[in-house]
């Protein structure tokens, strides 16, 4: 279990609690939304512990702690530019781009 994951067991559950937990409210909820939630929880809980490999990763040397994650140097780029980091702020924090695998929700 990623640390993502743990944050949205700690929250709701893991997906058969929330599962379990929406199943009960069935009656207040109709069986669509049910599913509907059920899903949509599904699918939160592999994002957060989905691993990219192979990916670029914008590292802060400070922190230690990913900036930005992309499968393509290009996406890498526009994250920065997202994020808002000037190339004299990339500079100035010594960010540096590696290449490796990278698991959502693990730092």
């Known amino acids: 279990m990623t640390i993502k994951q743990q944050e949205l067991a700690d929250k709701h559950g893991t997906p058969d609690q929330f599962r379990k ?3 009960k409210a069935l009656g207040t909820i109709s069986i669509d939304e049910m599913n509907q939630a059920i899903q949509n929880y599904q699918a939160e809980w592999n994002v957060a512990g989905q ?3 192979n990916c670029f ?3 802060d040397p400070k922190t230690k702690e990913p900036v930005c ?3 393509h140097e290009d996406e890498l780029e526009a994250c ?3 994020r808002g980091i000037s190339t ?3 500079k100035k924090r010594r960010l540096y781009v590696t290449k490796g695998t990278f698991t959502l929700g693990i730092p």
Do not use: G, K, R, S
């Open 88 to 90: 004299i702020e990339f």
């Open 57 to 59: 990763i914008l590292m």
């Open 80 to 82: 920065q530019i997202q």
């Open 51 to 53: 691993t990219i490999h």
């Open 21 to 23: 937990a929406v199943q």
């Open 69 to 71: 994650v992309a499968q």
